[in-house]
């Protein structure tokens, strides 16, 4: 009975780490930003917001990896 948790634990380890793998977090290069605010617009879920500092942030908890953002960035700053 232990070697069947055993087993369990190790497939939701590989599936937590090609989930990883697979939905890499997008971020912002905020030196290359120049706040031009079309990723908040185009955002579908409004997972980005202008920052404090005028640069463009990427709630994690919120994108999900669409790349709508990275498509429509006129300074290529999302990666
Ligand atoms: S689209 Fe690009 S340049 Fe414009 S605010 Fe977003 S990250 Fe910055
Ligand atoms: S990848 Fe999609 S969901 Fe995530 S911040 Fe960009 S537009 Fe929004």
């Known amino acids: 009975m232990k070697k069947f948790w055993l087993i369990i634990l190790f497939i939701i380890i590989i599936i937590i780490s090609c989930d990883k793998v697979n939905n890499p977090e997008y971020n912002v290069d905020k030196s290359a930003c120049n706040s031009c605010g079309a990723c908040v617009s185009i955002c579908p879920i409004d997972a980005m917001e202008i920052g404090e500092d005028g640069k463009a942030i990427i709630d994690q908890t919120k994108c999900n990896q669409c790349g ?3 498509a429509i960035c006129p300074e ?4």
């Open 76 to 79: 290529d700053a999302i990666y």
């Open 68 to 70: 709508k953002c990275i």
